[in-house]
């Protein structure tokens, strides 16, 4: 298991339901910063995860989840204006 999911694991063992969700979206929060701060292979590296998706599939999902976000940016840029 990762650093991150049990991190939200052992809080969500130990608080309110509350304080849980909150401490889990900083955790998530702080890794997915983490995440889009390394070159896209090598964040793709760090998730990959015996059994799961491979270097190569994560490394399209992390180029389409930053794609995503940049667009919601420049949406809300638009908007904003």
């Known amino acids: 298991m990762s650093n991150m999911v049990q991190d939200i ?8 339901k509350e304080a849980a969700l909150t401490a889990a979206a900083s955790i998530f ?9 390394l070159p896209v292979r090598q964040a793709a590296i760090e998730a990959h995860v015996p059994g799961g998706l491979s270097v190569e599939d994560l490394m399209v999902l992390i180029t389409q ?5 940049r667009t919601v940016k420049r949406q809300c840029r638009t908007a904003a204006a």
């Open 9 to 16: 694991v052992n809080l969500a063992a130990s608080q309110p």
């Open 29 to 37: 929060a702080a890794a997915r910063a983490r995440r889009d701060s």
């Open 65 to 69: 989840q930053r794609e995503r976000a």
